[in-house]
C-alpha cells in the first residue's frame, strides 16, 4: 500500500483549490471527510487544553477516593494512579500521530484493520461508550448541584436531579453540535481559568480540612493488595488512558502535518495526564476525612457553602468532557454510513445520554456502578487499541492510502469484512473478561479469580487480540484493486 498524497473529492460546499480554511474546516467537522491542510489550524496548545479540559472534571476527584474506598492507603492510591496513566497515556499519545499524519478520524482509521463495513462492529461500541460517559458526567454534575443547593438550604429530590440534568445536557449537545471550532475555543479559554480555581480548592484542602497524609487503609497485605491494586490499575490507572484511545484522532486530525509529532505527542499525554493524576490525588486526599466516594459529598463536607462560588466554575469540567463525548460519538454514527446531519446525530447522542443518565440517578451504589462501568469498558477498548495499533505501525508501517478508507462499501479497495481481526477482536474481549476482576461478580473471570483477585485484565485482552491478528492477518493489509480495474 502507497502513502496516499492526494484527498478524496471536497464534499459539498467545499472550494476545489482547497478554498480558505475557515470554508473548509466547516466542512471537515460535520463530514468524514479527511482534513485539508488548509484547514489544519489546530496548534499543540489547542490539543492540550482539550484533553486538559476533558480530565479537569469531578469524575477524577471520584477516582482516587475509590482507592481509598476499596481499602488501599493513601500513598498506594496516589501511586497507581501516577503509573497507570503514565503508561495509559503515553500509548494514547500514539493514537493522536494516526489523526495528525491522516487527517481521519479514528473509527473511520478503524477500517484498515477491520475492513470497510467490518469496522461498523467497533464504531458502534464507541459510540455507546461515548454517550455512555455523556451520561456518567452529566450525572457527576448534577449531583454535586444539588448537593450545594441542599447546602444553602434547597432541598433536592430525584425530580429536581432529572430536571437538572435536562437542562445541562441541552446545553452540552448545543456546544457540540457547532463542532470542533467551538470546542477548541472553549476550552482554550476556561480550562486555565479552571485550573486556577481547581489550585485555590487544592490548597485550602490540603490546609484546612485535616488531610490524613499517613491514612493506611485497611492495611491489606498480600493477594488482597495486589487485587486492589490491580483492580484500580484497570478502572482508574492504565484503564483511564485506554477509554481515550478511541478518541485521539478525532482531534489531531485538524493539526497540520508540519508540527513535530513529538511535539503533538507530548501536549497530548500532557494534557491527559496532569489534570487526571492531580484531581485524582486530590480525591484520595478528601476520601482520607470523608465518609464515602459520592463526589457531592466529598466536596460538601470539606468545603461546605466555601464551595458555591468555586464550584460553579468547576462545573465547567464534565461539561468540557461531553463536548468531546457528543462530537466523538456523532462521528462514530456517520461511520456506520448512517447519511445524517452530524448535527443531528448529536442530539440524538443527547437523548439517549440523558435517559442513562436517569438511570444513574436512581443507581443507589454510585462506586460500584463506576467501577463496573470502567472497568467493563476494558474488555473492548483494549483489544482493539491492539489491534489498530498492531495494524498501523507495524503492519502498515504508517503507510496509510486515506483515498481507500473512503470507497464506497463492497466497491473499494478495503476488504468489506476482515476477519482476521473481528476474529482475534472478539477472541481478545473474551482474554479480557478472563482476566478482569471488578467489583460486581459478573466482571470476576476465571482466569482473574484463579490469581487470587488480581486483575491484569487490559495487558492480557491487548496481547492476546494484537498477536492473535498477527497471527490470522494476510501478508499485506486486505486492500485490492478498485473493482473497475479487476
Not at 434547597?154 to 441541552?170: E, F, N, Q, Y
Not at 440517578?361 to 483494549?382: M, S
Request: charged content about 10%; hydrophobic content about 55%.
Amino acid at each position: 500500500m502507497s502513502v496516499s498524497t492526494q484527498s478524496p473529492p471536497p464534499g459539498p460546499g467545499a472550494r476545489r483549490d482547497g478554498g480558505d480554511s475557515l470554508e473548509a474546516t466547516e466542512v471537515a467537522e460535520h463530514s468524514l471527510l479527511p482534513v485539508p491542510e488548509s484547514a489544519r489550524t489546530s496548534t499543540a496548545g489547542h490539543q492540550f487544553w482539550i484533553w486538559a479540559g476533558a480530565n479537569t472534571a469531578p469524575i477524577n476527584w471520584v477516582l482516587g477516593a475509590l482507592g481509598v474506598e476499596l481499602g488501599l492507603s493513601l500513598w498506594q492510591t496516589i501511586a497507581v494512579l501516577v503509573v497507570g496513566n503514565l503508561i495509559g497515556m503515553s500509548v494514547f499519545g500514539l493514537f493522536v500521530l494516526m489523526g495528525q499524519r491522516t487527517g481521519v478520524s479514528q473509527m473511520v482509521l478503524s477500517r484498515l484493520a477491520f475492513g470497510r463495513r467490518g469496522a461498523y462492529l467497533p464504531a458502534a461500541m464507541q459510540g455507546l461508550l461515548a454517550a455512555g460517559w455523556c451520561a456518567v458526567n452529566t450525572w457527576i454534575i448534577l449531583d454535586l448541584v444539588v448537593a450545594l443547593l441542599g447546602r444553602l438550604g434547597v432541598d433536592g429530590g430525584t425530580s429536581l436531579k432529572i430536571a437538572v440534568a435536562v437542562l445541562l445536557m441541552v446545553g452540552q449537545v448545543l456546544l457540540a453540535a457547532v463542532g470542533f471550532r467551538a470546542i477548541a475555543r472553549f476550552e482554550r479559554w476556561t480550562v486555565p481559568v479552571t485550573l486556577v480555581v481547581m489550585l485555590a480548592m487544592t490548597v485550602v484542602a490540603w490546609t484546612t480540612s485535616g488531610v490524613d497524609w499517613g491514612y493506611a487503609g485497611e492495611g491489606l497485605q498480600g493477594a488482597a493488595l495486589w487485587s486492589a491494586m490491580s483492580t484500580i490499575m484497570t478502572a482508574i490507572g492504565i484503564g483511564w488512558g485506554i477509554t481515550w484511545f478511541a478518541y485521539a484522532s478525532d482531534y489531531s486530525r485538524f493539526v497540520p502535518r508540519s508540527m513535530p509529532p513529538a511535539r503533538l505527542y507530548l501536549a497530548s499525554v500532557l494534557g491527559q495526564f496532569l489534570p487526571t493524576v492531580w484531581l485524582g490525588v486530590f480525591g484520595a486526599t478528601l476520601a482520607t476525612v470523608a465518609d464515602g466516594v459520592d463526589p457531592g459529598q466529598l466536596v460538601v463536607q470539606n468545603f461546605g457553602a466555601l464551595a458555591v462560588p468555586v464550584i460553579l466554575l468547576v462545573l465547567h469540567g464534565p461539561i468540557a468532557t461531553n463536548i468531546l463525548n457528543i462530537y466523538s460519538c456523532s462521528l462514530c454514527a456517520q461511520t456506520l454510513d448512517w447519511n445524517v446531519d452530524r448535527r443531528l446525530l448529536s442530539y440524538g447522542v443527547g437523548a439517549l445520554a440523558l435517559v442513562f443518565t436517569v438511570y444513574l440517578v436512581l443507581q443507589g451504589d454510585f462506586a460500584a456502578a463506576l467501577d463496573a462501568w470502567l472497568a467493563g469498558l476494558v474488555t473492548w477498548v483494549a483489544p482493539w487499541g491492539a489491534i489498530v495499533l498492531v495494524n498501523y505501525y507495524v503492519v502498515q508501517r504508517r503507510e496509510v492510502d486515506v483515498d481507500a478508507l473512503f470507497d464506497p462499501p463492497g466497491r473499494g479497495r478495503l476488504v468489506d469484512v476482515s476477519w482476521p481481526a473481528l476474529v482475534a477482536f472478539a477472541v481478545g474481549i473474551v482474554a479480557t473478561w478472563s482476566a478482569e476482576y471488578g467489583i460486581p461478580s459478573q466482571l470476576q473471570g476465571p482466569l482473574a479469580r484463579a490469581m487470587g483477585g488480581i486483575d491484569l485484565s487490559w495487558l492480557f485482552g491487548a496481547v492476546v487480540a494484537g498477536g492473535l491478528y498477527l497471527l490470522l492477518r494476510p501478508a499485506r493489509v486486505a486492500v485490492s484493486a478498485p473493482a473497475a480495474a479487476r
